[in-house]
C-alpha cells in the first residue's frame, strides 16, 4: 500500500523558515497534482499550495510571496519552502497527491499522515 511521507516540520520562531518535503512510501508509476493542505487546531483542513505536473502553481493570498511549492518529478517529491513564518501558520501540515501506483490506475487521491509545524517564541 502506497503512503505519501512527510518530513521538515518543527519548531521555528517568528520570522523563521522551515522547508517541508512529501514523498510516496513506494513505487508508483506517475503522480498528477501535488498539494499541501493544514489544520490549525480547533479549524477545519485548507489548501495551502498545488503544484501540477507542468509545474503550474497556486498558492493561497495569505501564504502568496511567502511559501513556495516545487516538485522534483524524478523522485516523484514535492517540496514546500516556508519563509517569514508566523504563529497564524501553525498546524500539522498534510501532503495530497492525485496518483497512478501503476499504469492501468485510475488517478487516486492519496493524503500524508501529516507533520506538525509551530511558529512559536
Known amino acids: 500500500q502506497v503512503q505519501l511521507v512527510e518530513s521538515g516540520g518543527g519548531l521555528v520562531q517568528p520570522g523563521g523558515s522551515l522547508r517541508l518535503s512529501c514523498a510516496p512510501s513506494?513505487?508508483?508509476?506517475?503522480?498528477?497534482?501535488m498539494a499541501w493542505y493544514r489544520q490549525a487546531p480547533g479549524k477545519q483542513r485548507e489548501w495551502v499550495a498545488g503544484?501540477?505536473?507542468?509545474?503550474?502553481?497556486n498558492y493561497r493570498d495569505s501564504v502568496k510571496g511567502r511559501f513556495t511549492i516545487s516538485r522534483d518529478n524524478a523522485k516523484d517529491t514535492v517540496f514546500l519552502q516556508m519563509n517569514s513564518l508566523n504563529p497564524e501558520d501553525t498546524a500539522v501540515y498534510y501532503c495530497y497527491a492525485d496518483l497512478k501506483v501503476i499504469s492501468t490506475d485510475a488517478w487516486r487521491a492519496y493524503w500524508g499522515q501529516g507533520t506538525q509545524v509551530t511558529v512559536s517564541s
Open positions: 513506494g513505487s508508483i508509476f506517475s503522480i498528477y497534482f
Open positions: 503544484i501540477d505536473i507542468g509545474e503550474r502553481t
